[in-house]
């Protein structure tokens, strides 16, 4: 397969089928690793069909395909949000304690690495 999308929609109950073999570099944080892109048909009413397929075009995604790994993408970031803010929460309930100045240093030190390795893999 080449790096082109291809898009297929079929006459059976309204369906689209979407294959896709160029890498999506644009989701580095939830689709890195194994870009390697697959097909999945799914059923869809007519009218939801041709939302999508709007919906692709007026948001500038080259494809429907591309405009469903956006949603998937949109959602998967609401999700680790939401995570992240149960934590928040769940920190903030917790028993405190002032911390000390090693503590604060090492804390800065692991969170310098953690941004410096991030750098470099941008």
């Known amino acids: 397969m080449g790096g082109a999308a291809a898009l297929e929609f079929s006459r059976r ?24 892109l697959t097909s999945m048909t799914v059923s869809l009413p007519v009218t939801q069909k041709e939302y999508v397929k709007a919906q ?40 405190t304690r002032e911390m000390t100045s090693d503590e604060w240093q090492d804390l800065r030190s692991t969170l310098r690495k953690k941004l410096t390795k991030r750098r470099k893999a941008q």
Request: aromatic share 4%; charged share 25%.
């Open 13 to 36: 109950p309204p369906s689209l089928l979407v294959t896709d073999s160029s890498p999506q570099a644009g989701y580095p944080s939830l689709m890195s690793g194994n870009n390697d």
């Open 56 to 95: 692709a075009t007026t948001s500038g995604c080259s494809t429907p395909s591309e405009y469903i790994r956006r949603l998937i993408h949109a959602d998967q970031r609401a999700r680790e949000l939401e995570d992240l803010e149960r934590k928040i929460l769940e920190g903030l309930a917790s028993p």
